[in-house]
């Protein structure tokens, strides 16, 4: 009895080393590791934002920078005068905090760059523009050159956000940077755009929400976050009385992307919709103007999420052989539906400015956001011009119960085949 007494508790120490010789490597690993973070952190402020000797511009380099998290930083380089009067300006224009620690890192890695401070960047800055010796009333724009040049071999696009992050920290101070922003290349993507047989083929392959949210997305052009956060109450008074064309009204969005004032869906869309709200009524869900338009599968009446709309959309383009699951979101997206849309409207021959105003874009021009207003009703009537080609299903409200016995089938045979 001893004897087999002394063998279990030998195997019962033998699990437990096992079992948490693991865990304890990896509390050590962390302890080590958060005492060389606190070290770095605290030499970095022993020299404030960086430790150099030298503010040489010619030997500085972008890479090798400090480990310390990007919010510690963006706290350190808060802490001068220049750089609060630039968040209180950039406060003016936007509430998009991403935005503003994005630039702020910019900023940081600037600093770093020149071996300078913000407040000595604008110092230097002020100094140049009152001095009449022109090699050094242009080293400010020599400095954003030379960081541009050198960041730009890791992201283009990133070296002009970080180009007019810096050129708006000079402003805010008033000691504005007479420069050009660079833009960067424009890549075309190789993306097709579905044709309408396409999108048809992916549509009869889903169940009905998905492919009323297809079948938007074909015919708006929308963005996928916008469809998303659509209620009822911003479909027109053409939804309930099924007159075809229906207007849709989204919800007015401020900032960089906004969103369309008007914009409006075919016929065979308005049909899905009324079929998928009778659906969900039938499932006990009382439908009012705040119910959005596309919801969540679990049936609680929640907001479709980004993430699983994008996933229906990938899952339609596999299922319906359009792409593959290699290819994945690289070769088709939804933003694939708004050139499409696009593409469309300006070869109906609709002025470009309201084309942008379908789609909340920026209108075009100078002066087009001022001169160039359309109504609704010219609108409605600039976007019959291309139901024909816009529309996925050309069929009545008589016969939209033949799409449910189409994708039945459509279903059937795909099981099979596999």
């Known amino acids: 009895m001893t004897y087999w007494f002394y063998v279990l508790l030998i195997a019962v120490l033998i699990i437990v080393v096992v079992f948490f010789t693991p865990f304890i490597i990896k509390y050590r ?7 060389r973070v606190l070290e770095t952190v605290k030499a970095d402020e022993e020299s404030d934002i960086i430790p150099r000797e030298e503010p040489g511009i010619e030997s500085m380099s972008i890479t090798g920078r400090s480990t310390i998290s990007v919010t510690k930083r963006n706290e350190d380089i808060e802490r001068y005068e220049s750089v609060r009067v630039w968040l209180d300006e950039l406060g003016k224009k936007t509430f998009n905090k991403a935005m503003v620690d994005s630039w702020l890192s910019y900023l940081q890695k600037f ?3 020149t071996g300078m401070k913000p407040d000595q960047l604008v110092d230097e800055r002020i100094e140049e ?6 090699k050094k009333r242009g080293q400010s724009k020599r400095m954003l050159n030379r960081f541009y040049n050198e960041y730009k071999n890791r992201s283009q696009p990133g070296a002009c ?5 810096l050129k708006s920290f000079y402003r805010a101070n008033d000691a504005a940077v007479n420069v050009k922003t660079p833009v960067a290349a424009v890549v075309r993507e190789r993306t097709s755009i579905p044709t309408q047989e396409q999108i048809r083929k992916m549509a009869d392959l ?3 929400r998905d492919r009323a949210l297809i079948v938007f997305m074909a015919e708006t052009g929308m963005r996928i976050s916008e469809i998303l956060g659509l209620k009822q109450k911003h479909l027109g008074p053409e939804f309930k009385a099924s007159e075809g ?4 009204y989204p919800p007015i969005k401020s900032g960089r992307k906004s969103s369309p004032l008007v914009t409006f869906i075919c016929s065979d869309t308005v049909d899905l919709l009324q079929k998928y709200f009778e659906a969900r009524q039938r499932e006990g869900e009382v439908i009012t103007g705040e119910s959005y338009l596309f919801v969540s599968s679990r049936g609680t009446g929640s907001q479709l999420t980004r993430v699983g709309a994008y996933k229906i959309i990938l899952k339609a383009g596999v299922r319906s052989g359009l792409i593959t699951e290699k290819q994945g979101v690289k070769a088709f997206h939804s933003h694939c539906f708004r050139k499409r849309v696009q593409t469309i409207l300006e070869g109906s021959g609709i002025p470009l400015n309201w084309v942008d105003y379908l789609l909340g874009h920026k209108p075009r021009g100078a002066q087009a956001s001022a001169y160039s207003l359309p109504t609704d009703r010219q609108l409605n009537e600039e976007y019959q011009k291309a139901v024909q080609k816009l529309q996925i299903y050309r069929i009545s409200r008589v016969d939209g119960g033949s799409i449910e016995r189409i994708s039945e089938q459509k279903t059937e045979e795909l099981q099979e085949r596999a």
């Open 29 to 35: 690993r962390r302890k080590d590791q958060g005492s």
């Open 111 to 113: 600093c770093e760059f």
């Open 129 to 134: 523009m009152a001095s009449i010796d022109r």
């Open 161 to 165: 956000v970080a180009f007019t992050a």
């Open 206 to 208: 889903c169940s009905l």
């Open 245 to 248: 064309i229906c207007a849709v």
